[in-house]
């Protein structure tokens, strides 16, 4: 969590410092030690390290519900510490050969120095935006403010050094393993309002033309979810046969809206039937993950 913090700080200074060219901070690399330090590539220049000092815990009673971070329509629960600290960027002249002049590498530090000044002072930087990334950092800033300028603690008379000290709070947690697999970018759903208005009185006559039955279904799709009604006949084996799109699902078939709302069930009779017959017909909602969800049945009488 922490270190993740001192780790997204270094990066950004030394992204900010790279891109501004300036002299001692053109070739930032990003070797990291035990200590977080960035070196630039010429060891006559300035070294960067970032360091968090402390972590006090910020709490009230009361906040112990799970926070909802993010920006809108993207947020996302988890278990927080709110920590206030302060965390220090140290600046230091590496060491500087005989033949060159101290006083150069002074005049680059300072300049290093104003311009991460003025960089962090940003407001996306102040109010914690600028921190942000598409990972999972483990912390959400609330804020950052400059506090203080001023030599090391532990060499105060190191002319060659100055500290920057800001302040911060904000939320941490620890990082989380990233998932696994495809992302998904949308979710096909249908909503069909129940009840549907269930055909009445519908009849047909063995050898003689298919019944065509009008179905008004309340059928509305999402996200590219197909617009269609399935049906079958139930019953070891019905007279006739239900005539529409084919399916995966022996004995189911499938109908797209004759008109906005409406969907044409069409039942063949048989040729012949030796006497009259009731064929119940079942309707429903296609579903990778089951054979069908269940709206309503109707029934067909089939004269002889």
Known sequence: MLNSFEIRLADMV????????????????????????????????????????????????????????????????????????????????????????PADFRSNLLQIVDLVLVLLHAGNVRNGEAFRTED????????????????????PSNTHAIRVLYRYSGRFWPVEAPAVGETIAALPARIAVLPIQIPENVQATAGGEDA???????LRAFDGAPVSLVARLEGASPPGQLIGDATDTPGLVSYAPTTPGIFTVVYRPPATLSGDALVRVALSLSHPGRKTVDLGRFAIKVAS
């Open 14 to 101: 030394a992204d900010n410092l790279a891109d501004a060219g300036v002299a001692g901070a053109a070739a930032v690399v990003r070797p990291r030690d035990d200590l977080l330090v960035m070196v630039v590539e010429n060891p006559d220049r300035v070294m960067i390290s970032a360091q968090v000092l402390s972590a006090s815990p910020s709490h009230h009673l009361g906040d112990d519900s799970r926070e909802r971070l993010g920006r809108k329509n993207d947020y996302r629960m988890r278990t927080t510490l709110h920590f206030d600290g302060e965390v220090a960027l140290d600046f230091q002249i590496s060491p500087t050969p005989a033949e060159s002049d």
């Open 136 to 155: 999972d950092l483990g912390f959400e800033l609330d804020g950052f403010r400059l506090v203080g300028i001023g030599p090391l603690p532990n060499e």
């Open 212 to 218: 065509r039955i009008p179905v008004p279904v309340d």
